[in-house]
Nanobody
Framework: QVQLVESGGGLVQAGGSLRLSCAAF????????MTWHRQAPGKQRELVAV???????NYSDSVKGRFTISRNNAKNTVYLHMNSLKAEDTGVYHC???????????????WGQGTQVTVSS
């Protein structure tokens, strides 16, 4: 059974940095696009960053220039490097992957359980 597991969240002061990790575990044939989303209290989940299987990246305007998404295909892991953090970056960060499990002929959407990021001002 495939699952995504995030780590690296925590409490940080404004202006600080954090690195989130999301590893895909299980029997996996290939992984396509991977993304990070976040959900602040009382708000809808928003897309933060995207990385394709080929390494093309894209970011929301709110994090562009401060966050960097990367991936290690050998480790089935995606990262989110967050710098110059602001109070408005606070929320639960979820990773997503569209991947093809071993033995499957199709790609399926998977979500991680989320990791809390709290930025104090």
């Amino acid at each position: 059974q495939v699952q995504l597991v995030e780590s690296g969240g925590g409490l940080v002061q404004a202006g600080g940095s954090l690195r989130l990790s999301c590893a895909a575990f299980g029997s996996i044939f290939s992984i396509g696009t991977m993304t990070w989303h976040r959900q602040a209290p009382g708000k809808q989940r928003e897309l933060v960053a995207v990385i394709t299987s080929g390494g093309t990246t894209n970011y929301s305007d709110s994090v562009k220039g401060r966050f960097t998404i990367s991936r290690n295909n050998a480790k089935n892991t995606v990262y989110l490097h967050m710098n110059s953090l602001k109070a408005e970056d606070t929320g639960v960060y979820h990773c997503y992957a569209r991947l093809r499990p071993s033995g499957s002929r199709s790609y399926t959407d998977y979500w991680g359980q989320g990791t809390q990021v709290t930025v104090s001002s």
